[in-house]
C-alpha cells in the first residue's frame, strides 16, 4: 500500500510540474467564432484544439514542447492561418477578426524578430529587393525556424537552385515543418517547368458542369492556364491585357483555362463578367489557396500562368503583357 500511495504521489507531482504557456487571443468582432489552433505536422496543418470566442477572446492552454516550431490561429473566413512562433511563451494576439493584416502578436524574441521584418518586407515594392531582404533574413536566422518560415512564405521570389542551396544549409536536426514544405514546393515546381506535360485536372465550370482538361488538349495549337481570383489586385490589373491577346489571337489557334482561387461564387462570376473574360472556360474549386488545381501546379502566388502547346507541353510560365503578346504572335505565325 505504501509503495502505491507513493507512486501516486510521485505521478501527481510529475502532472502538476508539467510545465504549459497561454495563447491569448483577443481579437474584435470575433465573439462566437470558433478560432482553431493548428500546427504542422510534417506538411500536414493540425488542428490541435478550438475555442469558441467569448467576449471577443479565446484562450488556449498549451504544453511546453522542445520543438519551436511554429503555431497558427484560423478563423472562417481568414484566407490563410495567422502564423506565429512562442517559444513557449505566453502569446497575446489582439486587432479585429475582420481585419486580418492589422493584428498583432506579441510572443517571444523570435516572433519580435519575424514582426519586424515582415513589417519591413511589406513596405518595399521591387521584387528583387524582396529577394535579397528575405535572403539576408534566413541567412542571419539561418538556426532558427523562424529563417524556414521566412523562406516558405516568400518562396515565389526565389529560384529552385536558392531554395535548395538554402534549405540544405539549415541545421538538419532544427525541427521545422516549413523547411519540409519548401522541399516539397521545390518538388512541386520541377513538374511545371518548360518542357515538361501539363497535369491533368477535373474542376467545375461556372455552371455546374465538370471541365476535364484532358479532353480539351488538342482544341487548340496553344493554350493558356490562368490562375487567378476576383479579389486579387494585380490579377484584375492584369485581366484587360488578357482579353486584348484574346482577342487577337482567338481566331489563329490561342484559347484560354482560367482557374479561380476564389471562395465566393457570385463574386467569381460577377468578376469574370465585369472583366469581359468572354473564353469560355473558367473553372473553380471555390476553396481559395486550397483550390486543387493550383496546388497540382504548385501555385504560390496570382496572377500566374502556364503557356501549353497542342500536345499540352509547357513552353513557357508567367509571361505577361507585351512579353506574353510577343511570345504568342511568335509562336503562332
Known amino acids: 500500500m505504501k509503495k502505491l500511495f507513493i507512486a501516486a504521489l510521485v505521478m501527481i507531482s510529475m502532472v502538476s510540474c508539467t510545465k504549459s504557456f497561454k495563447i491569448n487571443v483577443n481579437l474584435e468582432n470575433s465573439t462566437g467564432k470558433t478560432v482553431y489552433l493548428q500546427r504542422y505536422d510534417g506538411s ?102 523562424i529563417s524556414a518560415y521566412a523562406l516558405y512564405r516568400y518562396k515565389w521570389a526565389f529560384q529552385i537552385e536558392d531554395l535548395d542551396k538554402l534549405s540544405e544549409t539549415m541545421p538538419q536536426e532544427m525541427q ?38 484532358s479532353s480539351f488538349i488538342g482544341s487548340a ?36 483555362v482560367s482557374i479561380s482561387l476564389d471562395t465566393d461564387e457570385a463574386a467569381w462570376k460577377k468578376a469574370i463578367a465585369d472583366d469581359n473574360l468572354t473564353w469560355k472556360n473558367h473553372v473553380s474549386d471555390l476553396q481559395g489557396w486550397r483550390n486543387a488545381v493550383a496546388e497540382q501546379y504548385t501555385i504560390a502566388f496570382i496572377p500566374q500562368n502556364l503557356i501549353l502547346d497542342s500536345n499540352g507541353i509547357i513552353l513557357e510560365k ?16
Open 44 to 145: 500536414v496543418m493540425n488542428n490541435l484544439d478550438s475555442v469558441v470566442a467569448t467576449d471577443n477572446t479565446a484562450v488556449f492552454k498549451v504544453k511546453q514542447s522542445e520543438n519551436l516550431d511554429a503555431y497558427s490561429v484560423m478563423i472562417k473566413g481568414w484566407r490563410r492561418p495567422l502564423t506565429f512562433f512562442a517559444d513557449n511563451q505566453d502569446v497575446t494576439i489582439t486587432g479585429d477578426y475582420q481585419k486580418y493584416n492589422g493584428i498583432n502578436v506579441l510572443a517571444s524574441e523570435s516572433q519580435e524578430k519575424l514582426n519586424k521584418f515582415m513589417q519591413e518586407v511589406n513596405e518595399i515594392e521591387d521584387e528583387q529587393e524582396i529577394y535579397y531582404f528575405v535572403l539576408d533574413f534566413v541567412k542571419q536566422n539561418i538556426d532558427n525556424p
Open 176 to 213: 521545422s515543418a516549413y523547411k519540409n514544405l519548401v522541399i516539397e514546393y521545390m518538388e512541386g515546381l520541377k513538374l511545371t517547368q518548360p518542357g515538361m506535360p501539363y497535369i491533368d485536372f477535373t474542376q467545375k465550370d461556372v455552371d455546374g458542369n465538370d471541365f476535364r482538361m
Open 221 to 256: 495549337k496553344i493554350i493558356i492556364l490562368d490562375f487567378w481570383a476576383s479579389w486579387c489586385p494585380d490579377c484584375r490589373k492584369e485581366n484587360p491585357n488578357l482579353v486584348k491577346i484574346y482577342n487577337e489571337f482567338k481566331d489563329k489557334g490561342l484559347d484560354i
Open 318 to 333: 508567367n509571361l505577361s503583357g507585351d512579353k506574353m503578346k510577343d511570345f504568342i504572335s511568335s509562336y503562332l505565325k
